[in-house]
């Protein structure tokens, strides 16, 4: 069994396209970690596009914002403008549906997240070593994956210690050990690459491999554009940052 495991697809419907043709070809089942709205263009067919396709899919903080279930006070002003935009495109049904989704999921053995398994609904950013080392202790599986920082970064712990690793990221999953994957964003990466990423789970194989998928960038910019989105939302794609 292989998973192709998304996170923060951001409303951005050119790089969902891509990382789900490019996952067509290495996986037989989808998982989704939330923030599937915000900041793009595209929050409806992206819901509808992961709906259709995730096997599991949980709640990210740009979905608890666009139904209402966080304060938008807690965002900056890019993310206050793109969720009340978001808020008045989604039909009865879509805002419903991303209302209803749990704030966490286990599939296999693996635990499903989008920020981090402490305290979900405090939306806690895992970024530095010790920051994933923490969060161990709050869940019960082998694996635990998230998004949220949109960088992609494994931490594990077993017997010969702890590890941490950012940036380009392939986990063999040893016997005996514990793992937390931070697998990228599809939507909107922020590793100064500009490629969509997310991450392939080879249950059999006992492999996590981040996958880079290059897409229409111009096209996601220019719909975030003419949509009347802040600028900065559009420009930051081509930067990856
Ligand atoms: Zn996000």
Redesign the pocket.
């Known amino acids: 069994m292989r998973y192709a495991v998304l996170?923060?697809i951001?409303g951005n419907l050119e790089a969902l396209s891509a990382v789900l043709a490019d996952a067509a070809e290495h996986v037989d089942d989808v998982l989704c970690l939330?923030?599937v709205v915000?900041?793009g263009a595209d929050p409806g067919p992206c819901v509808d596009l992961v709906g259709a396709r995730a096997r599991a899919v949980v709640a990210?903080?740009?979905e608890h914002a666009v139904v209402g279930r966080l304060d938008l006070s807690w965002f900056n002003r890019y993310a206050r403008a793109a969720a009340e935009w978001t808020r008045e495109r989604l039909d009865g049904d879509c805002a419903s549906y991303l209302g209803a989704l749990p704030l966490t999921a286990v599939v296999g053995d693996a635990t499903l997240v989008?920020a981090s398994p402490r305290q979900p609904q405090e939306w806690d950013y895992l970024v530095t070593e010790e920051d994933g080392l923490a969060a161990f202790a709050a869940f019960d599986t082998r694996l635990c994956f998230v998004?949220?920082s949109?960088v992609p970064a494994a931490w594990s712990l077993g017997s010969s210690g702890p590890d941490y690793a950012r940036g380009e990221v392939s986990v063999t999953l040893d016997a005996g050990r514990r793992y937390i994957v931070n697998v990228g964003?599809v939507g909107?990466p922020r590793d100064r690459d500009p490629r969509a990423a997310y991450a392939v789970w080879d249950v059999d194989a006992k492999r996590v491999t981040v996958r880079r998928v290059a897409y229409d960038v111009a096209t996601a910019r220019a719909k975030i554009e003419a949509a009347g989105l802040p600028r900065f939302l559009a420009d930051r794609l081509a930067a990856g940052a």
């Open positions: 996170s923060d951001h939330g923030d915000g900041y990210g903080n740009h989008h998004g949220h949109h964003s909107q």
